[in-house]
């Protein structure tokens, strides 16, 4: 419906706004639906508790919980000191002297330890307050981030670091091939185009027993490019990105008018020049979105990385949380939850900022091939 | 005139000092890369890896080739990304061709060379000879030697050096041993346990009763197994006499479906331990018909892949398509926050998506199941049962492929001049024959292309079936190979290679994956016909 018609009719019928409240309401549900994964994901980030079963949708507000002693005794050690944060319910604080006994007091819930208000050697009555344990949103957020067995902070690193090399190598070369399939006429040019297309669908997933056995072979004499590096997974990546990222490009530098450079050229400017000078200024906004894109299309991929990369200091962090995923979920779903929600920022804020940009590429490049 | 004063520039602009940098770059360019891979080829050649050093020596030709010939220019800028392509695509699929018509696998990952060596390698006791238990020695410069002690004989000793054996004449039978003897020193048992890997491949004493260590215990004169007679194709086994052809194909064994092929066997059909690659022709093509253990799980694992990829599509579309039309309404509030707030479940990571829906899924403890018991109702077994995890995974791709569509319907709705609805409005058409006379038809010429890719695209969609369930609950047809009945053919041929209990075989997992890519190169193929590609391509040739 034209904003013009729409305009010639002030009144609506009852009919119309029934139709659109109706229409309003399918999409506010379409919102519940498409959000409601997320809404829950990052309350379990923030939940205190670690429990998938006992989460809510709005987690429970920070609290702090006074550990009161429940038979007399005398404090021996301080296992745990204030500031101490505790990840398993069953993990231990305090060790006792209880009825000539000694016995391990262990934190009923997850938080942090504060105000021990014992010292070591000093006795305790029944029912007199021991020490405090807080709990705070931001608690699995530490934990992800402070862990040893499971260097969250190292994968996402290694996970940037793979994915802005592998897609800055990717759009310099596919740019220097897309500019000579759009610019040149030579003789296999069609052939090849849609040799690489197609060589391009052959699933690479399946083709790793011979990417896994070659880098193998090639990390023996050059270590750099070998199993378990970040620079044998940047080949692997690069070489697969080609196809399809020349065939993206090719469309743009096609949509540049070639008038432009054959003009230079007939001024003595050569193909080195017209590329530099003229096409690619014009084409750079678009290179970016394309950098951008494969950015997130490699640091989101787990597959390739996870059988290429066996040492947990060289994963990536999709490898990592891969983990997370296998390992049983009742017990780290908080940490999971909050490695997810931190995880999957990059990838949104850059969708969200490009939507636009990134379907005008999307149909464009396949539309037109 | 135009065309004149062109060429006299190109020729011009051809000797200045720019083109001799120009040239020069490209040579030292080259020669840099040249001296890479001729390393390359060399270590590999030596390492007899010859597919590999083949393709690298044919790379470097095909780049040199480009940038020498001038009537190649226009390849040299294609030249980088073909390199890279060929090394790491092209060489990737011909091997996976050449694997599919081999049995590599578990069982038999050596070439026949290999595993000749690896038998070769392999001693035995001969008749008569003379079994030790050994102590290890070593000597300042790093020497070993044994100390044997001969427990059939009253615990006689005996020494050998590296070139020398000799009984122990100046101590008893059965007294201590020493901790010095002729400048050796005895090892410690950690020492010992340490170098017991070297010394296992030394041979001690002389040349004509070479001892060598056999285990953890034993020591003696113990001789090669196994010889390679290179003229007959055959292997000696010295210990029993007995020979052994490699047997490349052997029929199907009716009992238990093994297929022996690859192994060094004998006339009373014994094999020996370790199978080599074999060239096994199309017998992993045939399994597909032939095994009842393949091709039942087969059958619908693709039948479940052509569905799960159809209605993938149908109902991402669908949806898609429906929240476009809504959003076209100009009278809905915040159109624009709507229109972002539903596309972001397809800016999340997919992997980190479907895992979040397996948690919520999850029968005992996920949200979705507490809800449903909320209302009364029993949760369904979303991962156990084949129906729900289906069912499941194709509400996760619902909720994940949605958005995808509902961008694209929304350009493509965006698109179609608004006199045309005007112009039906005029001849009385009510919404719904708007709809299918005039959005539909022109909205799937724009979006029809999209659709196939996007079949495409779920047709190898590894992530979500890996991440849902792996492929789970299993398949009990498939016997001991390792398939569910939420594998899709490509996690299958994953599975068979990479996972499962029975480990890998590769052969078979690449003949399946090159019948994928048949499947996905037609497609593809047709995609590129209905978008007119081909017209449009040979128009700009």
Not at chain 2, 495 to 510: E, N, P, T, Y
Request: hydrophobic share 50%; proline share 5%.
């Amino acid at each position: 419906m034209s904003r013009e018609s729409n305009e010639k009719r002030k009144h609506y019928r009852p009919a119309e706004n029934l139709q659109l409240a109706v229409q309003i309401l399918i999409l506010v549900a379409a919102v519940i639906f498409a959000l409601f994964p997320i809404i829950w994901v990052i309350s379990a980030a923030l939940n205190p508790s670690q429990s998938m079963s006992s989460q809510t949708v709005i987690p429970p507000l920070p609290e702090t919980r006074v550990i009161t002693a429940e038979a007399p005794g005398r404090l021996l050690r301080i296992i745990s000191p204030a500031g101490t944060r505790v990840e398993r319910s069953a993990e231990m604080i305090l060790l006792v002297e209880i009825e000539g006994e000694e016995e391990e007091l262990r934190a009923p819930k997850n938080g942090y330890v504060e105000n021990i208000r014992f010292a070591v050697g000093e006795t305790f009555q029944d029912g007199d307050p021991l020490y405090d344990i807080r709990s705070s949103y931001l608690i699995n957020v530490d934990t992800l981030l402070n862990t040893e067995r499971k260097p969250f902070l190292r994968w996402m690193f290694n996970s940037v670091v793979i994915a802005s090399v592998s897609s800055i190598i990717v759009v310099l070369i596919t740019a220097f091939s897309a500019y000579s399939f759009s610019r040149f006429r030579f003789a296999g040019r069609r052939n090849l185009l849609v040799l690489i297309l197609l060589v391009q669908v052959f699933p690479n997933l399946l083709s790793m027993v011979a990417i896994f056995l070659m880098l193998q072979q090639i990390g023996q004499h050059i270590p750099f490019f070998g199993l378990n590096t970040a620079g044998g997974l940047i080949l692997v990546y690069v070489g697969g990105a080609m196809g399809i990222n020349i065939w993206l490009m090719k469309g743009f530098f096609d949509s540049v008018p070639r008038d432009i450079d054959e003009s230079a050229m007939v001024d003595g400017a050569n193909h080195w020049q017209v590329y530099w000078r003229l096409i690619f200024p014009l084409v750079r906004p678009v290179l970016v979105v394309v950098g951008i894109l494969s950015f997130v299309g490699i640091y989101n991929e787990f597959v390739l990385a996870r059988v290429l990369l066996r040492d947990k200091d060289s994963w990536t962090l999709m490898v990592g949380l891969w983990q997370f995923i296998s390992a049983t979920f009742g017990q780290d779903w908080g940490v999971f939850a909050a490695g997810a929600v931190i995880g999957a920022l990059p990838s949104l804020v850059i969708y969200l900022s490009l939507q636009d940009q990134i379907v005008g590429g999307l149909t464009q490049g396949s539309v037109k091939g | 005139m135009a065309e004149i004063s062109y060429e006299q520039k190109r020729k011009r602009s051809s000797f200045g000092p720019a083109t001799i940098i120009r040239l020069g770059a490209v040579y030292l360019g080259l020669m840099i890369v040249d001296a890479f891979a001729l390393f390359l080829v060399y270590a590999f050649a030596t390492d007899g890896v010859w597919e590999l050093a083949i393709t690298i020596g044919l790379i470097t030709i095909m780049v040199n080739i480009i940038n020498l010939r001038r009537d190649l220019y226009a390849l040299r800028w294609i030249a980088p990304a073909l390199a890279l392509m060929c090394l790491l695509v092209v060489y990737p699929i011909a091997y996976t061709v050449y694997v599919s018509f081999t049995n590599y696998g578990d069982g038999n990952l050596l070439t026949k060379s290999q595993v000749i060596k690896l038998l070769e390698r392999e001693t035995y006791l001969p008749e008569g000879g003379k079994v030790y238990a050994w102590d290890l020695y070593q000597n300042p410069d790093g020497q070993f030697a044994l100390w044997l002690t001969d427990e059939n004989d009253g615990d006689k000793y005996y020494f050998a050096t590296m070139t020398d054996f000799s009984p122990v004449e100046s101590l008893a039978a059965g007294a201590e041993k020493p901790e010095d003897y002729q400048g050796y020193r005895k090892l410690s048992r950690a020492e010992s346990l340490r170098a017991s890997g070297q010394a296992q491949d030394l041979t001690f004493g002389t040349e004509a009763a070479p001892i060598g260590i056999a285990g953890r215990r034993d020591a003696g004169e113990f001789a090669q197994r196994y010889v390679y007679q290179t003229e007959q194709d055959v292997m000696l086994d010295r210990a029993t006499g007995s020979m052994f052809y490699p047997v490349y194909e052997t029929g199907r064994d009716e009992n238990d479906q093994v297929y022996r092929t690859g192994q060094f066997e004998n006339e009373a059909g014994d094999t020996l331990r370790t199978g080599f690659i074999a060239n096994i022709g199309l017998k992993n093509y045939r399994s597909f018909l032939e095994r009842d253990d393949i091709r039942i799980p087969l059958t619908r694992i693709f039948l479940w892949t052509i569905g799960f990829s159809f209605i993938s599509v149908l109902s991402t579309f669908t949806v898609g398509l429906l929240f476009a039309l809504l959003l076209q309404n100009r009278r809905i509030p915040y159109r624009r926050a709507f229109r972002t707030l539903l596309i972001v479940p397809w800016a999340i990571p997919g992997l980190i998506s479907v895992a979040v829906w397996k948690g919520m899924l999850n029968p005992n403890l996920g949200v979705v199941s507490n809800m449903l018991r909320a209302i009364g109702l029993e949760p369904p077994p979303f991962f156990i049962d084949p129906g729900w995890a289906k069912a499941g995974i194709l509400l996760v791709n619902l909720w994940l492929g949605y958005p995808y569509f509902m961008l694209v319907c929304s350009g493509a709705l965006a698109a179609i001049p608004s006199d045309m609805y005007e112009a039906a409005e005029v001849d009385g058409a009510g919404w719904w024959n708007k709809f299918r006379d005039l959005t539909l038809p022109m909205l799937l010429v724009a979006v029809g292309p999209l659709l196939i890719a996007s079949f495409t695209y779920n047709f190898n969609n590894f992530v979500i079936i890996e991440a849902y369930n792996e492929g789970g609950p299993p398949m009990v047809e498939s016997g001991t190979l390792p398939a569910g009945h939420t594998d899709i053919l490509i996690s299958y041929a994953f599975r068979l290679a990479f996972g499962g209990g029975r480990g890998a075989d590769f052969g078979l997992a690449s003949a399946i994956t090159i019948i994928i890519f048949l499947m996905v190169a037609g497609v593809t193929l047709l995609q590129y016909r209905l978008t007119k590609g081909w017209e449009e391509t040979s128009e700009n040739v």
